[in-house]
T-cell receptor, first 114, second 113 residues
Framework: AQSVTQPDIHITVSEGASLELRCNYS??????LFWYVQSPGQGLQLLLK??????LVQGIKGFEAEFKRSQSSFNLRKPSVHWSDAAEYFC????????????FGKGTTLSVSS | DTAVSQTPKYLVTQMGNDKSIKCEQN?????MYWYKQDSKKFLKIMFS???????INETVPNRFSPKSPDKAHLNLHINSLELGDSAVYFC????????????FGDGTRLSIL
């Protein structure tokens, strides 16, 4: 069965420090992979996506993620975190097949300290 | 212009009541979804519709009934509300069936007293 694991429930990073949020997935074929961000009281905003091709994908707000098939991972990174990045981050997998919706991880809460 | 809009944003009601949440998308997408986010922020698919036709119906109590009057709208009606229904409900849409990414609304926070 498809699944997504985000091992870190809560991460605190100092402003200006680098960030890496981990995501591992379980899926039989080549997955469609996503990172979404949810600010308090808001909906989900797509940060970036991987469908195929270059395994390092760039997203909005200075985020990037790297797809590693051998590790079944799709970790999110940012070189320098800003206080406004504090939010909930969700990794998701979509099979891209008819009728399949997104399978989400349980999310990682990012806090940014000054 | 809001791409995916849900109303109401907040809904507070008592156990046993019936309520509806409306969703509209102006993206011209064919497929729409309802997700439930529980108190631990876990998101799970409930339903998906493609061209007004039900495609996905996860293990959801039959008190929940989606209705799609046209491609741009997918409403969620809930009968006999229970305490466990308290959650944030998100509507989403995608260009076509199986297409990604999905665009999400801002959510409807349902609180059952």
């Amino acid at each position: 069965a498809q699944s997504v694991t985000q091992p870190d429930i809560h991460i605190t990073v100092s402003e200006g420090a680098s960030l890496e949020l981990r995501c591992n997935y379980s899926y039989g074929a080549t997955p469609y992979l996503f990172w979404y961000v949810q600010s308090p009281g808001q909906g989900l905003q797509l940060l970036l996506k991987y469908f195929s091709g270059d395994t390092l994908v760039q997203g909005i707000k200075g985020f990037e993620a790297e797809f590693k098939r051998s590790q079944s991972s799709f970790n999110l990174r940012k070189p320098s975190v800003h206080w406004s990045d504090a939010a909930e981050y969700f990794c998701a997998v979509g099979a891209g097949q008819a009728g399949t919706a997104l399978i989400f991880g349980k999310g990682t809460t990012l806090s940014v300290s000054s | 212009d809001t791409a995916v809009s849900q109303t109401p944003k907040y809904l507070v009601t008592q156990m046993g009541n019936d309520k509806s949440i409306k969703c509209e998308q102006n993206l011209g997408h064919d497929t729409m979804y309802w997700y439930k986010q529980d108190s631990k922020k876990f998101l799970k698919i409930m339903f998906s519709y493609n061209n007004k036709e039900l495609i996905i119906n996860e293990t959801v109590p039959n008190r929940f009934s989606p209705k799609s009057p046209d491609k741009a709208h997918l409403n969620l009606h809930i009968n006999s509300l229970e305490l466990g229904d308290s959650a944030v409900y998100f509507c989403a849409s995608s260009q076509s069936l199986g297409d990604q990414p999905q665009h999400f609304g801002d959510g409807t926070r349902l609180s059952i007293l």
